[in-house]
């Protein structure tokens, strides 16, 4: 059973700190999502890594894949309120399985 | 990326009584599948839902608590049976990300559900 540990589990943060989240496991994974879900919606897909070592941009948030694809981290500069979610990472094992395994999640707050 | 709507968004329920859950999809999608997120809990896996053949169950989820159908590529249904104060979640479907090599998923709004 492939597990992903997801630190950490809550973070309160004021406005334009900068964060960072970690994804952990024992575990290769094929790729590896990060999803916001905000109170009352559903997960919303931010990014998907697939290349070990890769490093993906989304305006304030950087995405990184480690080199042996066992984990991953989010970073994100200049927090603002609107940052403010619930931040999960979920990894795909690959080799025909659809399925993802997803982290506890990061509860974040982020305060003006 | 899909469009994934959800009914109903909210219900409250009573103990014992069964409620059906809808997922439509804009599009055609061959997998689609349905999570529980239980309050301040990530995500778990129900089961997969493929069109054409029974559904597919995780460990610790039956069928005859969860019956899902999926009549065609677009459209599928999740029952929670004889539910239980304990069923109190959002459930979820999410479709495959044909684009991006299906290992991505994307999420509908969510079922509220409460039970008293």
């Known amino acids: 059973t492939q597990l992903l540990e997801q630190s950490p589990q809550f973070l309160s943060i004021q406005e334009g700190e900068n964060l960072t989240v970690y994804c952990n496991s024992s575990s290769v994974f094929s790729s590896l999502q990060w999803y916001r879900q905000e109170p009352g919606e559903g997960p919303v897909l931010l990014v998907t890594v697939v290349t070990g070592g890769e490093v993906k941009k989304l305006k304030r948030l950087t995405f990184q894949f480690g080199d042996a694809r066992k984990d991953s981290s989010l970073h994100i500069t200049a927090a603002q309120p609107g940052d403010t979610g619930l931040y999960l990472c979920?990894?795909?094992?690959?080799?025909?399985?659809?399925?993802?395994?997803f982290g506890k999640g990061t509860k974040l707050s982020v305060i003006p | 990326s899909a469009v994934i709507s959800q009914k109903p968004s909210r219900d409250i329920c009573q103990r014992g009584t069964s409620l059906t859950i809808q997922c439509q999809v804009d599009?055609?999608?061959?997998?689609m599948f349905w999570y529980r997120q239980q309050p301040g809990q990530s995500l778990t896996l129900i089961a997969t839902a493929n069109q054409g053949s029974e559904a597919t169950y995780e460990s610790g989820f039956v069928i005859d608590k969860f019956p899902i159908s999926r009549p065609n590529l677009t459209f599928s249904t999740l029952t929670v049976s004889n539910m239980s104060p304990e069923d109190s979640s959002i459930y979820l479907c999410?479709?495959?990300?044909?684009?991006?090599?299906?290992?991505?998923?994307?999420f509908g709004p969510g079922t509220r559900l409460l039970v008293l």
């Open positions: 599009s055609q999608v061959t997998m």
């Open positions: 979920a990894g795909a094992a690959g080799a025909g399985s659809y399925q993802l395994t």
């Open positions: 999410s479709v495959e990300d044909l684009a991006g090599g299906g290992e991505t998923q994307y």
